[in-house]
């Protein structure tokens, strides 16, 4: 006997396990946190400093710098 148990990616992309509303929020806060770190690097502001006043993982800050080059 074989049973078809979904896998994880399944029960993710299925809108009867998806919350859309709590997708949703998180895309603006990051669209938004990263708005905010452009803006500080563009104002000369270091990784070390961004860091700290947004309490943003450095790495994260790293990622944005880079892919503003």
Do not use: V, Y
Request: glycine share 2%.
């Amino acid at each position: 006997m074989c049973i078809d148990i979904p896998s994880k990616m399944d029960t993710e992309l299925d809108p009867a396990f998806f919350n859309f509303d709590e997708w949703d929020r998180k895309m603006n806060f990051e669209r938004g946190e990263d708005a905010i770190i452009q803006k500080m690097i563009a104002k000369g502001k270091s990784d070390k400093e961004i860091a700290d006043t947004t309490e943003i993982d450095i790495k994260r800050i790293q990622e944005l710098r880079a892919a503003m080059s």
